[in-house]
């Protein structure tokens, strides 16, 4: 019995674990890289042709000043969805950053579905 038990909490925990929504974490994930400093990580997160955009604008210089404006706020708090819009293999996600320092701040990511997968499309 006790067998069992712990197979159905595995199976649970995996059908959780699932739950979410993709794009929300492509765009909590990207902005948590950037803080950090993970320039490549972050860039992992953007689709090709973001990244081809990326390269003509001054490659990784450009994120690193992202990065510095997440440091010259104190960082970020936390990352608030305030508005979702997917359709089909787009997505328009618009967020809110809470900084450390008290200030915030909205913005918003487009989408793509690339190979499969979520990727940031500006």
Do not use: H
Not at 1 to 27: A, P
């Amino acid at each position: 019995m006790r067998g069992m038990f712990f197979v159905v909490i595995l199976i649970v925990s995996s059908m959780l674990s699932g739950c979410g929504n993709d794009q929300d974490k492509i765009v909590t994930n990207y902005c948590k890289a950037l803080e950090a400093g993970k320039l490549d990580d972050a860039v992992s997160y953007l689709s090709k042709s973001a990244r081809q955009e990326l390269e003509k604008a001054g490659g990784k210089s450009l994120l690193t000043s992202a990065a510095d404006v997440f440091k010259q706020r104190k960082g970020i708090k936390k990352i608030t969805i305030s508005k979702r819009d997917v359709k089909g293999d787009t997505a328009m996600i618009m967020f809110v950053y809470n900084f450390k320092d008290g200030t915030t701040s909205s913005d918003f990511f487009p989408l793509v579905k690339e190979d499969g997968k979520w990727k940031i499309s500006k």
